[in-house]
């Protein structure tokens, strides 16, 4: 099963020009404090779930974790394009073990239970379906269930997403999804609340929950590159174009727009408020639970 609504297999070639290790940093800081003085980096199983192209297991092995001989890494995802990448990704790293890549399913995935010291996964539920009321809710509480089970008994679970309020059209911390304000609410409609996200990870055995907002801010220059949503390579990195190409005339009256502001000056003056308020907002949020 792949993303419900983005085609990976074709948008993943260029997925990585507008898109980072968002949340690494915060990631190994939790830990840190999760684990005290078990805290060996190499030394830890770990699985990223929907792993796309491999950019926060390239961080991961870059700080060496999961990369002793008791180590392992492994990264699952649904599009073998996005394995593909990492593959190459990865091949620049040295480890002691070779990264394991699944193509697979993150709510049902195959692999020994109690195994991981940490199970991680970002920006990846949000693609999980979302036909009916309550099934994204529902669909996310399967992948929870697979993280509590593959988890080890004193593991952590590490989510990196977005509030809704991260992804709005005019509040948020992405500077062109003013241009497309429908496909921005589908969007936002994707990504769980705060209060849902406890509820959740409660259901699903996790006793200590801590949420909180990323610390650091992450740009590509091509992500502030105001011209990047003409080109498909941009629109690859963002799965807002895929719900915008979904909605009659979305896409087209947005570029319209967005070429107008460019050319006023507008579009420049819009992208320097929202880099001043992602100072503040920030852009994304780091999820961590345990039993
Ligand atoms: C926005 S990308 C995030 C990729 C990567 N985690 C990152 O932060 O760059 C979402 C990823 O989730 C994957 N995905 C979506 N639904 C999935 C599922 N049910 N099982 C496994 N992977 C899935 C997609 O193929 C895609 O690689």
Redesign the pocket.
Do not use: I, P
């Given at each position: 099963?792949?993303?419900?609504y983005?085609k990976?297999?074709l948008t993943?070639k260029n997925?990585?020009r507008t898109?980072?290790?968002?949340g690494h940093a915060d990631t190994v800081a939790r830990l840190h404090a999760h684990r005290g003085h078990l805290a060996d980096l190499p030394d830890l199983k770990i699985i990223?779930?929907?792993?796309?192209?491999?950019?926060?297991l390239a961080a991961m092995m870059a700080a060496g974790m999961g990369t002793s001989a008791r180590g392992e890494l492994c990264g699952?995802?649904?599009?073998e394009t996005?394995l593909e990448e990492t593959r190459k990704k990865l091949s620049c790293y040295k480890s002691k073990n070779q990264p394991r890549l699944i193509n697979?399913?993150?709510?049902q995935v195959d692999g020994a239970t109690g195994r991981f010291d940490l199970v991680f996964?970002?920006?990846?539920?949000?693609?999980?379906p979302r036909q009916a009321p309550g099934q994204l809710l529902d669909?996310t509480r399967l992948?929870l269930g697979e993280a509590e089970r593959l988890l080890a008994r004193d593991g952590l679970l590490a989510i990196?997403t977005c509030t809704p309020e991260q992804m709005s059209a005019d509040l948020g911390s992405m500077w062109y999804y003013r241009y497309f304000p429908r496909a921005a609410h589908l969007l936002a409609q994707r990504f769980i609340g705060i209060s849902d996200w406890q509820q959740l990870l409660a259901e699903c055995g996790f006793a200590t929950v801590e949420i909180s907002p990323v610390a650091d801010v992450y740009y590509t220059a091509a992500g502030i590159d105001l011209t990047g949503p003409f080109t498909e390579e941009f629109q690859a990195g963002?799965?807002i174009f895929a719900l915008a190409k979904s909605i009659p005339g979305e896409l087209d009256e947005g570029l319209a727009a967005l070429s107008t502001d460019i050319a006023s000056g507008a579009a420049a003056l819009y992208l320097n408020e929202v880099m001043q308020r992602n100072e503040t907002h920030k852009q994304a949020i780091l999820i961590t639970a345990s039993r």
């Open positions: 099963m792949a993303s419900s983005e990976y297999n993943h997925y990585d898109r980072l290790a968002v990223d779930l929907g792993c796309g192209t491999g950019l926060q699952l995802d649904s599009s996005g697979g399913d993150m709510r996964s970002s920006f990846a539920m949000h693609h999980l669909e992948v990196v963002d799965s």
